[in-house]
């Protein structure tokens, strides 16, 4: 056999195994919200009921620090919380499609908690959420059995500083360098918010977990890249199946960039191509994840979900809010003035004076070095361009999409800084 015959029944045993590992993951996904959706509604009233006392103190929109990057979204949480308890009328297999909750046109998630659970109560709908996973209730339907929302929060910030801890801990064993573009990205995603808000507690977690294992596996996969293709699909099938449009391209963006610096080698070409592929696959885990659930949705149901989730679709990625037309320039405005920090813009400075006062003493560094970081920093930009909509009306929480950036220049400032790394391979895994 020839060797196009081999490359072309290779190809098609890649696409074949990676078209397989979808339907077996949505098929898993769903099969875990049937079993948490087993578990009685009863034992989650009083739970409830402290949880809606901590959103009444708090407010819709609480702000830790008085600036719009420190703000909660309890709007959201509520959400998340009234869909968790919620006692459906329907069995477990439907349930877990149509993800119902009470509703009322005249009152906001929060309102709804606080008015079901501390007040009457009384004049509500039912209204389904099924263009969304909802894969977190896997998690926080036993969760909200076992604990109130406030204790919830507790375990979600040890979980996320535990993480850390390793993140550092891990670093510190391949290149000390690494431990700083870690540290500031995670001051940039403002770490209080992201751990009181089960919102953005998700896909937080998901980029840790995706850092910390690309860090430990970084030895081991060296011999077989497309085990990191396949990596980095089931890093967009997670972020689908847990997220609700919050900021999911950090998942993306800060693991790969993390990648690179571990496996470049110093051909620009092979670098881009690099991340293109490992995009395309976690696009394909993503988007492939979320119309598998429309179309399991649609089988079980017998409703156009397909239709629905198109439409929403539509609308996130048009140009227009609220009868209000934007444009990128607006959107990115608004990004870049929610993500203002005065720590991490002194921070930023301080590693560029140092960056330039080393580049005064070499005076060379090789461009091809530069560039896959620079392609990195630029996916929120993309990103904003996709999805303008949601990303100005969201912009208090979507300027989390920088963080790609801030990380990506942070690490290539640290990586150029190493003094053998003018005019030479410049990966942090020359070193392991």
């Not at 719009?68 to 009328?89: G, I, R, W």
């Not at 263009?131 to 929302?149: E, M, Q, S, T």
């Not at 360098?177 to 990205?185: A, K, N, Y």
């Not at 920090?341 to 140092?354: D, F, K, M, S, Y």
């Amino acid at each position: 056999m020839n060797n196009k015959r081999m490359n072309e029944l290779n190809i098609k045993g890649k696409i074949a195994l990676v078209a397989i590992l979808l339907i077996l993951s949505c098929l898993v996904g769903y099969m875990l919200l049937v079993m948490a959706y087993g578990i009685p509604t009863d034992y989650m009233k009083g739970n409830m009921s402290e949880s809606a006392g901590i959103i009444k103190t708090e407010g819709r929109y609480f702000r830790t620090m008085n600036r719009e990057n420190s703000q909660l979204d309890n709007y959201t949480d509520s959400l998340m919380l009234l869909t968790a308890s919620h006692p459906t009328t329907e069995n477990a297999w439907k349930g877990a499609i149509n993800v119902s909750r009470y509703y009322r046109s005249d009152k906001k998630p929060d309102e709804v908690l606080v008015d079901n659970y501390l007040g009457k109560g009384k004049g509500y709908s039912e209204v389904q959420y099924s263009r969304y996973w909802h894969g977190y209730l896997v998690f926080l339907k036993p969760l909200i059995a076992l604990f109130d929302y406030g204790t919830i929060r507790y375990l979600l910030m040890f979980l996320q500083i535990g993480l850390f801890a390793l993140l550092v801990s891990k670093s510190s064993t391949i290149n000390k360098r690494l431990i700083f573009p870690i540290i500031f990205l995670w001051i940039f995603l403002n770490p209080v918010s992201t751990m009181m808000s089960l919102q953005f507690g998700s896909v937080t977690i998901i980029t840790f977990c995706a850092m910390l294992f690309i860090l430990c596996k970084s030895r081991k996969w060296q011999e077989n890249l497309f085990l990191w293709n396949i990596f980095f699909m089931f890093v967009g099938i997670i972020t689908s199946y847990m997220d609700l449009l919050t900021f999911p391209l950090i998942t993306l963006g800060v693991p790969l960039t993390l990648w690179v610096c571990m496996y470049q080698r110093d051909k620009v070409k092979g670098d881009i191509m690099n991340i293109v592929e490992k995009s395309f696959f976690w696009a394909v885990g993503y988007g492939g994840m979320w119309a598998l659930k429309w179309l399991l949705g649609s089988i079980i149901t017998g409703q156009n979900i397909i239709r629905n989730a198109f439409d929403t679709i539509e609308v996130r990625t048009s140009s227009s809010a609220a009868k209000e037309k934007i444009n990128f320039v607006n959107v990115l405005y608004r990004e870049f003035k929610a993500s203002y920090q005065i720590g991490v813009v002194i921070a930023l400075i301080i590693l560029i004076v140092i960056f330039v006062i080393t580049l005064y003493k070499t005076r060379h560094i090789k461009v091809n070095n530069i560039i896959p970081y620079a392609i990195m920093a630029c996916y929120p930009i993309a990103w904003y361009v996709l999805i303008q909509n949601h990303s100005y009306i969201h912009y208090w929480f979507a300027y989390r999409e920088l963080a790609i950036s801030v990380f990506a220049v942070s690490l290539c400032i640290m990586m150029l800084m190493r003094k053998e790394n003018y005019g030479q391979d410049c990966s942090f895994n020359t070193m392991l």
